[in-house]
């Protein structure tokens, strides 16, 4: 099996475990991506393509009215070690609170979108009490199984919710570059699987999550200030305005950072809406620290990076150009952590990363709000000391903070990774304005 996708920032990224089928492996996977930067001479240099239409038009793209998109992201690698499935999205509340899901992640390989696993996508079997609906899937020639058939019965009972299915994250984000060479054939390849017929009604368009244009992520990528611009422009003038095309781009916001390496806000024309990940500034790559909460929505005295928080984020896409109702806001339902701290507040030293269920460093809200309770807030999100560890993670008081600048703001909405960090009642999407 491939490696699992993950998403990175501007040192590191937020990190998930996923678990294979077949080998039962363990393995980790990261989600997260940054903001843009934007130059009067983009619209020339892209191909001719319909721009985005506006939100809440009425030509299908997107029935939500503007600062309420709730997006949130739902692995195809959680229906294994994580147990959680798309079933879970309707017990637990959520269903009732989203308007869009990101489905993640489709694989780009030699520069054109592929399956990411074929087993959990369409063809692991459930049963009744699995199902969303109540019914077992069937092994009728021809039948959808897996998630996309699942996802397909949640929108029967949900008709206003739209899927997305996202391509790349961290891992994944290597063939990009070889993409952006062809733009045309990949939109191309991406358009032949969104819109196979197999599956067709289930997703109402792409995600792009390329970590990152034209600076290094996991790889290098030298595609040019351009790069973006044109891949997305290709990708509009071949889905339509009718269906969405969305992108997760970094937030780093420092001068010089991965924001001023692409033009987003001359790409922004041709996206519904953009998704920076507010997410994974700090975390216990920096072994020894010092700690800081990994989503900051602004800054505070003792900060370690300049840039690295939700506002600055939020700022200087706006400056660039980048229209408020095309930015969402980012929230992680997970905290980062550090062992061997002897501080409660922020910027202490420590040992190494605190030990997490699927990966050290890294643990689900529902697991920290009994584990490890919230006792202290820093610039708009909470952090706790629980003997020698210290976790930040967000809480639904500090998500309602959040929603609150998300609106004075004027953004087009929030996104969270992911669906299954949350209680079984949805404790955080709930919070979510």
């Known amino acids: ?69 709730v997006v949130g992201y ?50 692991k079997a459930y049963d009744a009490a699995g199902s969303v609906d109540g019914k077992a899937d069937t092994w009728d020639n021809g039948a959808l199984r897996g998630n996309f058939n699942q996802l397909r019965k949640l929108k029967k009972l949900h008709p206003g919710l739209k899927v997305v299915w996202s391509f790349g994250g961290w891992t994944w984000s290597g063939g990009f570059g070889e993409a952006a060479r062809n733009p045309a054939a ?28 034209n600076a290094c992520g996991l790889t290098c990528d030298t595609s040019g200030r351009e790069g973006f611009v044109k891949l997305m422009a290709a990708l509009r003038a071949k889905f339509g305005t009718r269906n969405l095309v969305t992108a997760a781009i970094t937030a780093d916001a420092s001068d010089g950072g991965k924001i001023d390496a692409v033009d987003y806000a001359g790409a922004a024309r041709y996206v519904d809406w953009y998704n920076p990940m507010t997410y994974d500034f700090f975390g216990a790559w920096d072994a020894k620290g010092p700690t800081a909460p990994h989503s900051p929505l602004t800054s505070y005295t003792g900060i370690p990076k300049p840039g690295f928080n939700s506002d600055a984020t939020i700022t200087k896409l706006k400056s660039l150009g980048v229209p408020s109702s095309k930015l969402l806001l980012g929230i992680g339902f997970y905290g980062r952590g550090w062992t061997g701290v002897n501080q409660s507040a922020p910027g202490g030293t420590a040992t190494g990363p605190a030990k997490g269920t699927y990966e ?18 820093v610039a708009g999100t909470a952090y706790a000391k629980c003997g020698s560890d210290w976790w930040s993670y967000d809480t639904p008081s500090t998500i309602a903070g959040k929603t609150a600048y998300k609106n004075r703001q004027g953004l087009g909405g929030t996104f969270f990774w992911e669906l299954s960090g949350d209680t079984a009642d949805g404790e955080l999407i709930k919070s979510i304005g």
């Open 74 to 123: 739902f692995t195809n690698w959680g229906v294994y070690e994580r147990n959680y499935h798309v079933k879970n999205i309707q017990t637990s509340g959520s269903a009732d609170r989203l308007t869009h899901i990101n489905y993640a992640f489709g694989n780009v390989t030699n520069g054109k979108c592929t399956i990411g696993d074929s087993y959990a996508d369409y063809d």
């Open 360 to 377: 050290d460093g890294f643990e689900d809200y529902k697991v920290l709000k009994a584990k490890c309770p919230a006792n202290g807030t």
């Open 186 to 213: 990949f939109a191309e390849s991406c358009y032949g699987l969104v819109k196979d017929p197999r599956w067709a009604d289930v997703f109402d368009g792409i995600d792009i999550d390329w970590e990152y244009p």
């Open 1 to 69: 099996m491939p490696a699992r996708p993950r998403t990175l920032l501007p040192s590191r990224p937020r990190t998930v475990l996923a678990a294979f089928a077949a080998a039962g492996a363990l393995l980790t996977t990261t989600l997260l991506t940054g903001p843009a930067t934007a130059s009067p001479a983009a619209s020339a240099a892209a191909p001719a393509a319909p721009a985005a239409p506006a939100a809440g038009s009425d030509d299908g793209s997107d029935d939500t009215a503007s600062g309420r998109k």
